[in-house]
C-alpha cells in the first residue's frame, strides 16, 4: 500500500478507506500460536482488520449498551491485535479504550481508574493476575470478557455505521494513555483525535539534509514491533503514514502567523534573500509556488532592493510631475537663468486666496527658495507663471 495525504480524517475513517479501495493491503501479522512461533503467522489484510474493528464495535454496543459520554474501558491483555481493535471499535461505538500497564501497581491502577471514573475493565480469557488484584482492591469494578482474536478475524464484516468527521469530531476522545509514574502515580493523558492527526502530521515530515526518518524507514516494510501494545509508542504504529503533498496549502495544515514569520526569517537567512517577507509566504502558501518564488528571485538579474525602486521612483515620479506642471502653463516668451536645484522647491496649493498671497508673498520674499509651484486653477495659468518669473528675478536680484 502507499502512502497518500491523510489530514483531515478520523483513523477509523482512514482504515475503512484503505479497506474499501485496496481491501488486501497488507496491515499486519499474527502469530497462529500463541504459544511458539514455529507456527508461523496469520497475513492479517486491512480488509480483514476493518472487519475486526467493526465486529468489535458491535459487541461493545451489544454487550455493554449505547455509549454515554465516551465512557472509558480500561483494558489489559497479551500482546495482539485486540489492542488496535479495541482503541478504534470504542470510537466507532462512542467508548473510550484505555490500554493501562500491566506493570502498574494496584495503588497506581485503582489512581488512575478513579481519575478517569472507570468502572468497567476488559478482559482475555484467560483473565490475566493483573486484573484479579485489581478487582480484589477494587469490588466494585466490572469485568467483561472481550472476544479472542480468532472470533473477531473469522467473522464477515458487519459494518458499524460511523458518520463523524474530523471538522466535527477533532476535539473528541481517541484514546487514553498514562505518563510512566516515575515521579509518583502516573497520570492518565487523553489524546483526541486532533492528537492523533498532529502524530500523523508529524510522521510525515521529512528529515533535515543529511539524515533519515525512521518512520520513513518502516513505510512498506514488515516491522517487528516490540513495544508492548499498551504503550504510547505502540499507539504510533495505529496511524497510518502520510505525506505532505507540495501543492498543499500550509496554511490550511495549521501555520500561524507566528510560523511564518519564523519561515521567512530562516528563509531569508539560508538563501540569502532579503526581499523574501510575510506577503512572499501569504501568497505563495504551498511548498512548490514558494520554492518557484525563491528561484526566480535568485535568478532575476533585473532585481534590486527595495529600497532602491522606491528611490528610483519617487525620483521619477517627481520628474513626471515638474513636467507636467510646466506643459500646464503657457509658454512665454521670457527666458530664465538657470535655477539653483541646491534651493528649496516649493508646492504651494491655493494661492490665490487672502492666507495663499500672504504665504506666496513670503515665500517670494524667501533667498532659499528657488522654485515655487502654485498649483490653481487653470484659467489662472498666465498669471501664475507670471508670478513665478517675477520670483525668479526678485530671488536673483
Keep these: 500500500m502507499t502512502s497518500r495525504n491523510w489530514r483531515d480524517e478520523l483513523v477509523p475513517n482512514i482504515i475503512d478507506h484503505i479497506a474499501e479501495v485496496d481491501p488486501e493491503a497488507f496491515c499486519a501479522e499474527h502469530p497462529v500460536s500463541t504459544l511458539t512461533y514455529d507456527h508461523g503467522y496469520r497475513k492479517i489484510t486491512f480488509g480483514d482488520f476493518a472487519s475486526a474493528v467493526d465486529c468489535v464495535a458491535w459487541w ?37 479504550i484505555f490500554p493501562t500497564s500491566p506493570r502498574n501497581s494496584v495503588a497506581a491502577q485503582t489512581n488512575l481508574l478513579g481519575r478517569l471514573k472507570c468502572r468497567t475493565i476488559l478482559s482475555p480469557t484467560p483473565r490475566p493476575p493483573e486484573i484479579t488484584e485489581t478487582l480484589e482492591a477494587n469490588p466494585d469494578l466490572r469485568v467483561v470478557e472481550v472476544p479472542n482474536v480468532e472470533d473477531i478475524l473469522k467473522n464477515e464484516r458487519r459494518c458499524f455505521t460511523f458518520d463523524k468527521t474530523f471538522f466535527k469530531a477533532n476535539q473528541e476522545p481517541f484514546v487514553v494513555v498514562h505518563t510512566s509514574g516515575s515521579t509518583g502515580f502516573p497520570k492518565p493523558m487523553i489524546w483526541t483525535h486532533e492528537t ?18 525512521q518512520h520513513r524507514m518502516y513505510e512498506g516494510k514488515r516491522v517487528f514491533l516490540t513495544f508492548p501494545p499498551f504503550h504510547v509508542s505502540s499507539s504510533l504504529f495505529l496511524l497510518p503514514i502520510t505525506s505532505l503533498d507540495m501543492n498543499e496549502d500550509i496554511f490550511a495544515w495549521g501555520m500561524d502567523s507566528l510560523q511564518a514569520l519564523t519561515v521567512v526569517r530562516k528563509l531569508r537567512h539560508g538563501l540569502g534573500i532579503a526581499s523574501i517577507t510575510s506577503s512572499t509566504l501569504y501568497t505563495n502558501p504551498s511548498i512548490a509556488r514558494l520554492a518557484s518564488t525563491a528561484v526566480k528571485i535568485l535568478t532575476d538579474e533585473k532585481s534590486i532592493d527595495s529600497q532602491q525602486i522606491t528611490g528610483q ?5 517627481l520628474k513626471e510631475f515638474r513636467s507636467r506642471i ?46 515655487i509651484y502654485c498649483l490653481n486653477r487653470s484659467s489662472l495659468g498666465r498669471n501664475l507663471r507670471d508670478s513665478r518669473d517675477q520670483s525668479a528675478d526678485i530671488a536673483d536680484s
Design 60 to 96: 461493545m454496543h451489544e454487550t455493554l449498551g449505547p455509549a454515554k459520554d465516551f465512557e472509558v474501558l480500561a483494558y489489559i491483555g497479551p500482546n495482539d491485535l485486540r489492542y488496535s481493535a479495541l482503541i478504534l471499535s470504542a470510537v466507532k461505538s462512542g467508548y473510550l
Design 196 to 213: 492523533a492527526q498532529r502524530m500523523i502530521a508529524l510522521i510525515a515530515l521529512d528529515p533535515p539534509a543529511g539524515y533519515e526518518s
Design 313 to 317: 521612483l519617487r525620483d521619477s515620479m
Design 326 to 371: 510646466d506643459s500646464l502653463l503657457l509658454p512665454s516668451p521670457t527666458s530664465h537663468r538657470k535655477v539653483d536645484t541646491n534651493h528649496e522647491i516649493v508646492i504651494l496649493t491655493g494661492s490665490t486666496g487672502t492666507l495663499g498671497s500672504y504665504i506666496l508673498g513670503s515665500l517670494l520674499l524667501t533667498p532659499g527658495v528657488a522654485h
